[in-house]
T-cell receptor, first 114, second 111 residues
Framework: ETGVTQSPTHLIKTRGQQVTLRCSSQ?????VSWYQQALGQGPQFIFQYYREEENGRGNFPPRFSGLQFPNYSSELNVNALELDDSALYLC?????????????FGEGSWLTVV | SQQGEEDPQALSIQEGENATMNCSYK?????LQWYRQNSGRGLVHLIL?????REKHSGRLRVTLDTSKKSSSLLITASRAADTASYFCATEGIGNEKLTFGTGTRLTIIP
């Protein structure tokens, strides 16, 4: 148990729809990162939020957006879903945004786009 | 894009044997981390080695880092069936604290 919780655990959406994934960070952690992991691949960095501000973004289109709330929980929103968005979405929290902080991952949300 | 490449992609060994996985990366790093992932679940942090370190131990795990070759290895000694999982290396870049993951090694321990 890492103390990072994600919801929902599984969901199925239709191409073109929108989805919101949620993450509660570990207590005391102010930094949340989101990763996309396609089947058989390593996770790929989507973006990071530090104290409610975006703090770095990977190579993902603008239809991937996020939020971090004052309690440091976070949401990942994906608009205009495409079939290739089918993946495991992982949330990770850390105590700070600096280098070398241990990162704790949640169990992920499995998204299937049909 | 993936920064690292793990080698081998898949490894099957008998319980009790040692397992070695290798990781190569492309750019300069602050640190390199190893993670474990059970089938389709979240990642578990195993060990972090900083760029100025060459070797680190944690229980049955031994990690080495060679920054001149941009490579790292993870050794699991006295393997157990419960070690069956995918193992990923991830690098933290200089001035860029995001983690860039490799493609993973699928380890199977045969009882």
């Amino acid at each position: 148990e890492t103390g990072v919780t994600q919801s929902p655990t599984h969901l199925i959406k239709t191409r073109g729809q929108q989805v919101t994934l949620r993450c509660s960070s570990q207590s005391g952690h102010n930094t949340v990162s989101w990763y996309q992991q396609a089947l058989g691949q390593g996770p790929q960095f989507i973006f990071q939020y530090y104290r409610e501000e975006e703090n770095g973004r990977g190579n993902f289109p603008p239809r991937f957006s996020g939020l971090q709330f004052p309690n440091y929980s976070s949401e990942l929103n994906v608009n205009a879903l495409e079939l290739d968005d089918s993946a495991l979405y992982l949330c990770a929290s850390s105590q700070d945004a600096g280098s070398g902080n241990t990162i704790y991952f949640g169990e992920g949300s499995w998204l299937t786009v049909v | 894009s993936q920064q690292g490449e793990e080698d081998p992609q898949a490894l099957s060994i008998q319980e009790g044997e040692n397992a070695t996985m290798n990781c190569s990366y492309k750019t300069s790093i602050n640190n390199l981390q190893w993670y474990r992932q059970n089938s389709g679940r979240g990642l578990v942090h195993l060990i972090l080695i900083r760029s100025n370190e060459r070797e680190k131990h944690s229980g049955r795990l031994r990690v080495t880092l060679d920054t001149s070759k941009k490579s790292s290895s993870l050794l699991i000694t006295a393997s157990r069936a419960a070690d069956t999982a995918s193992y990923f290396c991830a690098t933290e870049g200089i001035g860029n604290e995001k983690l860039t993951f490799g493609t993973g090694t699928r380890l199977t321990i045969i009882p």
